[in-house]
């Protein structure tokens, strides 16, 4: 089963055919088949700073090993108010999960086609987190990861209706499921630790434009957020950055990164330099890659270290 989009499984012919319906209003760009091709060819130009900040993971820190713990999958049902339907997300329970104690909570989001099983299935985030727990270089923690379309219908749809309006105004609303029904129903279920020192949100594309979005405008929650090849539903600057004195003062880490043949790095960039003018610390990484799963397996695992500390 596909998990990513990609334009080579879509056909652009089926785009050609797609909505072209007036952009709902949502975060940052309204979606259209045609805005995205554009959007993913757009040329990259590459400044001094966009580089490496950390190297390359060890070969095979994505791939499963005999021996090393593993943790456990479950799902977690839970009622929304915003779709009114119950709704699904994976949870990562770390090797040795154990209800006495409180563990911290990384909330993971997937991209514009994908759903709730794009960061294991596609991205094999268990195994990353695995083997980083495993040798201590990340904190046990527990990972949901949601389906990030708060509609009632949430199904990744058809690749002619990828890029539309309608899809993308999902990922809008899932900002008041997240805040409003799936962290209570998490902290409910689960050991899960309850104050914002001890809450991150990332994501990929889509989801890292909702991680950006959702994580600074609710500092109260999030303290750790990270935005992997955010995608143009990423907000304006002016509303991202809107208090940055909060911003420095409540952030324990803010990660952008993107690959440097991802056609949407400029999203990235104009983050990145907005954050810098305004003197908001934050880690900057460019690897080699493209939109694809090899930079967000590397950026998973260089977020995860750097978690809950
Ligand atoms: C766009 C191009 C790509 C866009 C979103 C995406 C909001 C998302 C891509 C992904 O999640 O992989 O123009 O508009």
Request: aromatic content about 10%; charged content about 20%; hydrophobic content about 45%.
């Amino acid at each position: 089963m596909p998990l990513n989009f990609s334009w080579a499984r879509a056909g652009v012919a089926a785009l050609a055919l797609a909505s072209t319906a007036a952009a709902a209003q949502q975060d940052g760009e309204a979606v259209t088949p045609d805005r995205a091709r554009a959007n993913f060819a757009r040329p990259i130009t590459l400044a001094a700073d966009d580089v490496r900040a950390f190297a390359p993971p060890p070969a095979g820190f994505a791939d499963a090993q005999a021996g090393v713990p593993g943790g456990r999958i479950e799902e977690l049902g839970y009622a929304s108010g915003v779709t009114g339907t119950q709704r699904q997300a994976l949870v990562y329970l770390p090797h040795g999960y154990a209800a006495g104690r409180r563990y911290p909570v990384l909330y993971l989001l997937h991209g514009i086609g994908g759903n709730q099983h794009e960061w294991n299935g596609y991205v094999r985030a268990n195994v990353v987190l695995d083997k980083l727990i495993a040798s201590g270089k990340a904190l046990p923690m527990i990972v949901v990861m949601p389906n990030g379309r708060a509609m009632p219908d949430d199904r990744s749809p058809p690749p002619d209706r990828v890029f539309t309006p309608q899809n993308a105004e999902g990922f809008a609303k899932f900002e008041r499921d997240l805040l409003e029904f799936l962290i209570p129903a998490v902290e409910t279920k689960y050991a899960a630790a309850r104050d914002r020192r001890q809450r991150a949100l990332a994501g990929l594309s889509m989801g890292g434009g909702q991680a950006l979005n959702f994580g600074l405008a609710h500092l109260d929650t999030f303290a750790w957020v990270g935005g992997f090849s955010s995608a143009p539903n990423t907000r304006p600057d002016a509303e991202l950055l809107r208090d940055p004195a909060a911003l420095k003062r409540e952030l324990a880490l803010l990660y952008l990164s993107c690959g440097n043949k991802d056609g949407l790095i400029n999203v990235s960039q104009r983050v990145h330099r907005a954050l810098q003018a305004q003197g908001v610390a934050h880690l900057w990484h460019v690897d080699e890659y493209g939109h694809d799963r090899d930079s967000w397996a590397e950026n998973l695992f260089h977020f995860a270290q750097r978690l809950f500390r």
